[in-house]
């Protein structure tokens, strides 16, 4: 049972640690406004790509546009704008999909 403990201790450090170091190095710099104005780009530029990977599924023979996502999204982008809150969001996302997969 230890070596348990100490092998999910051991996988959240090598994990956690090389992402907070270039956080923490980062924080100590003082960065041109450029880069600051730049770094505030990478989360919209991230929510876009992984909402449009969500929307459209293809293979090699088939382009579908999944009309539920995009129907989920509607809600749960005017909340994120209204509030600018991350758990409601996600709350009104997945709530939007559960109802809209019950249907």
């Not at 997945?94 to 997969?101: E, P, Q, V």
């Amino acid at each position: 049972m230890n070596e348990i403990v100490v092998i999910i201790i051991g996988m959240g450090l090598v994990t956690y640690i090389p992402r907070m170091m270039p956080l923490v190095i980062i924080s100590k710099l003082e960065l041109p406004e450029y880069i600051e104005l730049w770094f505030e780009f990478i989360p919209v530029s991230i929510l876009t790509i992984l909402l449009t990977l969500n929307f459209i599924s293809y293979n090699q023979s088939n382009f579908n546009i999944n009309s539920n996502m995009i129907i989920a999204s509607l809600p749960t982008i005017l909340v994120a704008t209204k509030t600018k809150s991350l758990i409601k969001t996600v709350i009104v996302g997945i709530l939007a999909m559960a109802i809209l997969n019950l249907v």
